[in-house]
């Protein structure tokens, strides 16, 4: 019954290559948000959905793409990662204005 | 844009010793959220404050809301090893995101 899934939880590559990040929730929320936490543990918006539509996309590479097939879901795909995408991503849901619901993370390693 | 500024960054207190820590922003703030992320864990909703000067406790813990809705703090009385974590605020203004504070990383010893 868990609220926000993401998977994978550990993800480990060579600069390069191209991964994705699934995230799906069934709290019915018709918001779902991307943050990016680096290794000082500063959590960073990068974007936003509503109901399958872009709200927010803050300064991030054109190499991350996000994708929202519907308003459950949004799965982040990035492209020729660098050793710098290396962080934990969080995918998380809410209502507006409501408190935000955070998935467990994925460890994303960069070598 | 907007920012919110947390402080201390790091905390040691002994186990029984008070926490504070403090958030501040230049705007004023429609909310306030408190957020609790364990080691190796995923950000928790702790609390919302919305009122001016508004004041919410959860057992130890004390939340309040400055009254130009500009600041706010949490407070752990008599801190226990299970308080460990990093505790986040986030706030923001009318149609954006959560904008969150870098957090203040609490440790305490036994």
């Known amino acids: 019954d868990t609220a926000v899934s993401q998977t994978p939880k550990y993800l480990v590559t060579q600069m390069g290559n191209d991964k994705s990040i699934k995230c799906e929730q069934n709290?019915?929320?018709?918001?779902m948000y991307w943050y990016k936490q680096d290794s000082k543990k500063f959590l960073k918006i990068m974007f936003s959905?509503?109901?399958?539509?872009?709200?927010i996309n803050e300064t991030v590479p054109n190499r991350f793409s996000p994708k929202s097939p519907d308003k459950a879901h949004l799965n982040l795909h990035i492209n020729s990662l660098e050793l710098g995408d290396s962080a934990v991503y969080f995918c998380?849901?809410?209502?507006?204005?409501?408190?935000?619901?955070f998935g467990n993370g994925t460890r994303l390693t960069v070598t | 844009g907007q920012q919110v500024m947390q402080i201390p960054q790091y905390q040691h207190v002994q186990e029984g010793e008070d926490f504070t820590t403090y958030c501040n922003s230049s705007?004023?703030?429609?909310?306030i959220q408190w957020y609790k992320q364990r080691p190796g864990g995923h950000p928790v909703f702790l609390i919302q404050l919305v009122k001016s000067g508004e004041v919410k406790k959860q057992k130890r813990l004390t939340f309040q809301f400055g009254e130009a809705k500009k600041n706010s703090s949490l407070h752990i009385t008599a801190t226990q090893t299970t308080d460990v974590g990093t505790y986040f605020c986030?706030?923001?203004?009318?149609?954006?995101?959560?904008?969150f504070g870098k957090g203040t990383t609490l440790s305490v010893s036994s």
């Open positions: 959905y509503n109901n399958k539509e872009l709200i």
């Open positions: 705007t004023t703030l429609s909310n």
């Open positions: 998380a849901s809410n209502d507006p204005q409501g408190p935000l619901h």
């Open positions: 709290l019915g929320h018709d918001t």
């Open positions: 986030a706030a923001n203004q009318a149609g954006t995101a959560l904008i």
